[in-house]
């Protein structure tokens, strides 16, 4: 493929960063913001939305096709969650903690915030919240990061509680998990400032690295997302929701960018055509199949209609993305009321030719014709062929703008319609905040350090390696990093110890989870006071992880870790040599290497290999006792 | 400027454009372009500007539903209590609706169920019932059914239903379903149980059960509502959906949203068995006392000085200090009515079981048996506005009249 000119195309991205708080609470309730532990649901309760049309209008087609689909949600509850979860209590006032995070984020991103935080309803029905609305709340706005010779707007910040998880859904309703909803998260939005997919990457990777540096942001999957708004020049605006991983959003801007240059040339080539809007008529072809043999769904209760899509034919092949094709677009906005079959021409299919023919035949469609089929009851059957009508007469006109689902190889999927911007209204059920002034320079006044400035300070002053720096000021651990170096010890092996040491227990099974920064501390403690050596941590470590209520001297002793004295060493290499005297007789200093492995034999892990060779290097050397010296220095001199 | 106006506001550095709204305290409330309220202090720094003043907005009137002939007519009486509401996204507003039209409007699904007619009787909080506004809520529950109504559906606010559904009970004898509704989670968020509480009302006001009821929802789901009899229903919970529960006496019946059949398990007075009635008399010089540890007897005093009759909440099988009991003598044998119910709600008076319950009933008292004391209350104003006799008084409080009481 040649490379895109994205100059030349107008590319905009802004990216909409949703991130989960680490409050203790939820945001309007004193529930704990982990999921069940246990998994188990202790209660369930079914419910219905209802929005009626008259107040939708055109305001919010999202909201009115999520309506036109009456379901069931079925939600299950658990010992950690509460009426308000339940909606069947109001909400207590914003929780302050989270407030303060939201703040100190929009300090970070140079924002301004309001003086006043009001909570909104925003409309949501499709049942990942109770009540019918998400709650939000704008918290500041009109910052600016610069990225490279690029200056980015935030353009706001927003405070909101995360939604329930979908469990699973079927013709029984949708099943949601209640734990999650009502996390605190803050919502933020960039202006669409991006103009190439790998400054798209860098812009989020900025924010996540500015929102880690808190300290106070959960961490893990599920616990940030991203969405992506792209748009070209002559294309349209596109939000691509669920982005996991930093790692595809170059990928799926490319993809994107690769499926609106796609569709603008399927819009060209039908101009060319001369292509019309496509009438709604469709046509029963039901008798084509008489004969079951030939179709797959039996025609029991069901109908074969059709539509014709003048000059659509051969398009319907059309790559739009890698793998995806002109069809998938079509057969996208069917699939959350349709479940029959369907059929377009150059498809595999076990229609046979005759058949298609007699279709064809029968609803008048030339060669430049293309012909849809459906099999299903016939009221669905015309919702879907009318779907396919609407996503086809779009196709003259270009791109529609769309809710899209970001799938796993970068491409994505139809969700819904964009959703019109006004869909909110005051929550009277809970006050506004008003934000002092004293507040703001409280938070200001103990701004965390970026974590980019953390990692080059640690470069600096403790000479830690570029990468092991990185790491560490990353990791969850620099706090508990900073506090050990102050006993004195080697800042690699800390840092090391932090990263790489954790990482093997945590890969061998090791409950890591139970240290503490006091069994750190302990550890190092009797490092630095030489108590023990490092060789010994990791052993120590997997015995506190296991039985977190010892101590570090426990742990070690009951190793057999604990240093030995000089006195000691020195005992074990007298031994030694008395035992070996023959061997360094015969082999003179050659034999120090396999002295030292037999001393380290015995005590590796009790002792600082460094100590054992000098002491070894000055027996040997000096000859057996002080005697033996004298007598050998007179020796050589005779 | 004017609400509704679309202002800019320039404060410090930085610019906020939308429009505003109404504000609580002296801060400016704006409404921003995606939707979003803030608040913006008003001081030395702020500059308001207006872009361009507000548009009125005309409310549009639907016609009215073209009546089904095959469908009964239910009359819709509002109160107050909120059953639909509206909500305007362009300026946030939520209104509640009142009118039959804007009710069907905002809960289709009733169109199914009957043809509907209404007037809007009160635009109150339920809270600020009072008895006269039973007797008059009486009066035109009758004339609506003297002009051809085959059932009458009352919204209301939860937090009294109980006593009005009481009062009625008491007030009318009915050959149609009176049905008195609610929501307990406000009408303006897609998750109220305000539509099928209504559709479920819909339903018993249509059906055979020629009764005053309250109809609820029965749990946290949106699966079934109760039917509560109208004497011996109280709301249990602040705010939970299944809030209504029937107490001492099983529901009428229930009627499952889904399917909307109703099953009845009680018994219950059938369509047209009696002809329309009301006696709407009322004595309002009544009060309610619940009795606790240690609670000063001048109380009592206090309180008869004012009523003709006194309903007291006691403990346990309908109890107060002994300290009381003198004074209890002394209001009753000056003419006032003192009844006793139980504040455990559930379970029946029984004086007769301690001391303390043979002294009351030598002091005077009336025994509630298993009526909920609000219910008491409301029957003792309705008798007392009966008659003056306290004899006749201590007979009907103990007869039962509209199922309020049972097991005499
Ligand atoms: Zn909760």
Redesign the pocket.
């Given at each position: 493929m040649k490379s895109v000119d994205y100059e030349v195309l107008g590319l905009r991205v802004g990216l909409e960063i949703h991130q989960q708080l680490d409050t203790k609470g939820?945001l309007f309730?004193?529930?704990p913001t982990e999921l069940s532990k246990s998994g188990q649901p202790t209660y369930e309760i079914h419910r219905h939305l209802q929005v009626s049309e008259s107040e939708l209008g055109e305001i919010d087609r999202a909201a009115l096709e999520e309506a036109q689909i009456k379901r069931r949600f079925i939600y299950k509850g658990y010992d950690t969650?509460?009426l308000?979860?339940n909606d069947e209590e109001p909400p207590s006032p914003l929780n302050p903690d989270a407030i303060d995070i939201a703040l100190e984020i929009a300090l970070l991103l140079g924002m301004t915030p309001v003086d006043e935080i009001h909570t909104m309803r925003k409309i949501v029905i499709d049942g990942s919240n109770t009540s019918g609305f998400q709650r939000t709340a704008f918290v500041a706005s009109d910052g600016k990061i610069s990225l490279g010779d690029n200056l980015i707007h935030i353009d706001t910040v927003c405070l909101e509680e995360e939604a329930a998880q979908k469990i699973s859904e079927d013709t029984n309703g949708v099943v949601y998990s209640l734990d999650r909803l009502?996390i605190p998260l803050v919502e933020i939005t960039t202006s669409p400032e991006a103009t190439t997919p790998g400054q798209v990457c860098s812009l989020a990777k900025w924010i996540g690295m500015i929102l880690r540096s808190t300290g106070k942001v959960k961490r893990g999957i599920g616990t940030i997302r991203q969405d992506i708004n792209v748009s070209i020049a002559k294309g349209a605006r596109i939000e691509i929701k669920g982005v996991q991983t930093l790692d595809m959003i170059e990928t799926i801007v490319e993809r994107e960018v690769i499926r609106q240059v796609n569709l603008l040339k399927i819009k060209d080539e039908l101009r060319k055509r001369g292509a019309k809007k496509v009438k709604e008529v469709l046509v029963d072809v039901s008798e084509v199949f008489d004969s079951p043999q030939g179709i797959g769904k039996p025609l029991k209760n069901n109908v074969v209609l059709a539509v014709k899509l003048p000059s659509f034919g051969g398009l319907i092949l059309w790559e739009i993305q890698p793998d995806r094709q002109f069809f998938d677009e079509l057969s996208d906005r069917l699939k959350r009321f349709f479940r029959g079959a369907f059929y377009t021409d150059g498809l595999p299919n076990e229609i046979g030719d005759d058949q298609i023919a007699g279709i064809r035949k029968k609803i008048g469609a030339g060669p430049d014709d293309c012909v849809v089929l459906v099999v299903d009851e016939e009221s669905r059957a015309r919702s879907a062929l009318n779907a396919v009508i609407q996503r086809a007469n779009e196709a003259l006109e270009g791109i529609p703008e769309e809710t899209r689902r970001a799938l796993q190889n970068g491409n994505s999927a139809y969700m819904r319609p964009l959703p019109g911007a006004a869909r909110m209204y005051p929550e009277t059920d809970v006050l506004s905040v008003p934000i002092s002034g004293e507040r703001l320079k409280k938070i200001n006044s103990s701004l965390p350090e970026l974590i980019c400035k953390r990692k080059g300070r640690y470069v600096r002053e403790y000479d830690l390696s570029d990468d092991l720096a990185e790491l560490i000021a990353c990791s969850e651990q620099s706090a508990l990093f900073e506090r050990i170096i102050i006993l004195g010890v080697s800042p690699t092996l800390v840092a090391k110890t932090l990263t790489a040491t954790l990482s093997e227990l945590r890969r061998e099974g090791t409950p890591v989870q139970h240290l503490t920064d006091d069994h750190f501390i302990g550890v190092f403690e009797m490092i630095s006071a030489n108590k023990m050596v490092k060789e010994g941590i990791l052993e120590v470590l997997r015995v506190l992880a296991n039985t977190p209520s010892k101590t570090a001297s426990v742990a070690s002793s009951e190793l057999g870790l604990e240093m030995l004295g000089k006195e000691d060493i020195e005992k074990l290499i007298m031994q030694v040599i008395e035992s070996k005297r023959d061997l360094i007789k015969e082999r003179g200093t050659d034999a120090m290497q396999p002295l030292m492995g037999l001393i380290m034999e015995r005590v590796r892990g009790k002792v600082d290999g460094k100590l054992v060779s000098s002491l070894l290097k000055e027996k040997i050397y000096g000859g057996i006792n002080g005697e033996d010296r004298k007598r050998g220095m007179g020796q050589s001199e005779g | 400027m004017m609400i509704g106006d679309r202002i800019k506001v320039q404060r410090g550095d930085i610019t906020y454009k939308g429009t505003l709204m109404p504000s609580r305290d002296d801060s400016i409330v704006l409404k921003l372009d995606h939707g979003y309220n803030i608040g913006i202090k008003k001081d030395a720094k702020t500059f308001v500007k207006l872009i361009e003043k507000g548009k009125k907005i005309v409310p549009q009137k639907t016609p009215a539903p073209l009546i089904n002939p095959c469908l009964s007519t239910v009359s819709i009486l509002t109160t107050g209590g909120t059953i639909a509401s509206k909500v305007d996204y362009r300026t946030g507003a939520v209104t509640s609706q009142f009118d039959v039209e804007d009710i069907l409007r905002a809960i289709p699904e009733l169109r199914e169920i009957a043809n509907f007619k209404g007037e809007v009787l009160y635009n109150i909080l339920s809270e600020n019932m009072r008895s006269e506004y039973w007797q008059t809520l009486a009066r035109e529950i009758a004339a609506e059914i003297e002009g051809g109504s085959e059932g009458v559906m009352i919204t209301h606010g939860t937090d009294t239903m109980g006593y009005t559904a009481a009062a009625l009970s008491f007030m009318l004898v009915t050959p149609v379903p009176i049905v008195l509704v609610g929501s307990q989670r406000s009408a303006d968020r897609p998750s109220s149980d305000n539509a099928m509480n209504a559709v479920c009302a819909a339903k018993v006001a249509t059906s055979d059960i020629a009764e005053v009821s309250v109809v609820m929802h029965a749990t946290m789901s949106d699966d079934y509502c109760l039917i509560h009899r109208g004497t011996r229903v109280r709301k249990m919970h602040t705010s939970r959906r299944d809030a209504f529960h029937s107490i001492n006496a099983s529901p009428i019946g229930k009627v499952d949203y889904s399917t909307r059949e109703i099953e009845t398990f009680a018994e219950y007075k059938k369509r047209d068995e009696h002809k329309v009635l009301v006696r709407d008399h009322i004595e309002p010089k009544c009060s309610l006392l619940k009795f606790y540890p240690g609670a000063d007897p001048e109380i009592v005093d206090h309180y008869t000085s004012r009523c003709k009759g006194l309903v007291i909440e006691g403990t346990g099988l309908g109890h107060v200090s002994t300290e009381w009991i003198p004074h209890i003598k002394k209001a009753v044998e000056k003419g006032i009515s003192i009844v006793m119910t139980s504040q455990c709600f559930s379970g029946r008076i029984c004086d007769l079981v301690y001391d303390t319950g043979r002294d009351l009933l030598k002091a005077g008292i009336i025994e509630g048996g298993d009526m909920l004391p609000e219910t008491a209350l409301v029957k003792l104003m309705w008798v007392l506005g009966g008659t003056k006799d306290p004899e006749e008084v201590r007979t009907l409080m103990r007869k039962n009249i509209a199922g309020e009481i049972s097991g005499l």
């Open positions: 939820k309730c004193n529930c969650t509460c308000v979860e009502g | -």
